[in-house]
């Protein structure tokens, strides 16, 4: 039986100040002990939320992390290892901000869903298709090779430990959502691809969707049979918005 999972992404925002307090804001709210609830704070941040919200359920991840697993040479980056040291349990893999702006390869993002983890992350893996691909009729396409890159690499058990994020590139930050049958019949396929391989994997992996969730449309996205919470961005930010979320899932 899959738990669904709500996962906030809050991207490169946030002081000092406003992270206190939407900390603050996450350890009051009330969650159903049904749901798993993540945030993902940039890197700078991470300590004082894992401190900050020591006494909930909440669980903190990164938002990007190294190629190798354990700390060395290699400027700028931080290890797998590290994160998990300092009490980080998950860590996105491929959000297409990364794959789109950093130019982040599939080659790449493999050799940092193994380095995550060697050292004990669950990678939430990040997929998806730009407008022009679904429009050109490419997205089951696209989708199916990012999944395939990792399957190819390391077989499907990989997903046994990892969690697997539909989001398309158009809806990420748009105010545009996927229609819950639009975002349906593509976790319909993500968990056709796995079970052609292995049905205990496919039927057990969390598949989330992300793009332009909100309160007002969560729950119709999460009551879709393949769609096991949401990973959200803007919303994420506030927690008043985020704990409506989190019900929409525990419902
Ligand atoms: C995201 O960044 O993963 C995301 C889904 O963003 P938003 O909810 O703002 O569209």
């Known amino acids: 039986m899959r738990r669904p999972m709500v996962a906030g992404n809050w991207k490169m925002h946030g002081t000092r100040a406003s992270v206190a307090e939407l900390t603050q804001g996450l350890s009051q709210l009330s969650l159903s002990s049904g749901i798993e609830v993540a945030v993902f704070p940039p890197a700078l941040f991470i300590n004082t939320v894992i401190d900050g919200l020591a006494k909930t359920k909440i669980v903190v991840g990164a938002q990007n992390s190294a190629v190798q697993s354990e700390q060395g040479a290699l400027t ?80 499907v058990s990989a997903f046994a430990n990892a969690v697997i994020a539909y989001e398309p590139v158009w809806a990420i930050g748009t105010g545009l959502t996927a229609s819950p049958q639009q975002a349906q019949d593509v976790h319909a396929a993500i968990r056709q691809q796995l079970a052609a391989q292995d049905a205990e994997v496919a039927e057990g992996v969390q598949l989330l969707y992300g793009g332009s969730v909100k309160a007002a449309n969560a729950a119709e996205l999460f009551g879709m049979p393949d769609i096991d919470g949401g990973l959200i961005g803007g919303a994420s930010l506030n927690a008043d918005e985020f704990g409506a979320i989190c019900r929409a899932a525990g419902n």
């Not at 997929?127 to 696209?142: H, N, P, Q, S």
């Open 76 to 155: 700028g980056e931080v290890a797998p290892s590290q994160l998990a040291e300092v009490g980080c349990k998950l860590v996105l893999i491929g959000h297409s901000e990364r794959r789109q702006v950093i130019g982040e390869s599939d080659e790449v993002l493999n050799r940092k869903f193994a380095a995550a983890q060697a050292a004990g992350l669950k990678p939430v893996l990040c997929v998806g298709e730009t407008l022009e691909e679904r429009e050109a009729g490419k997205t089951l396409e696209v989708v199916g090779r990012q999944l395939s890159s990792i399957i190819d690499a390391f077989g």
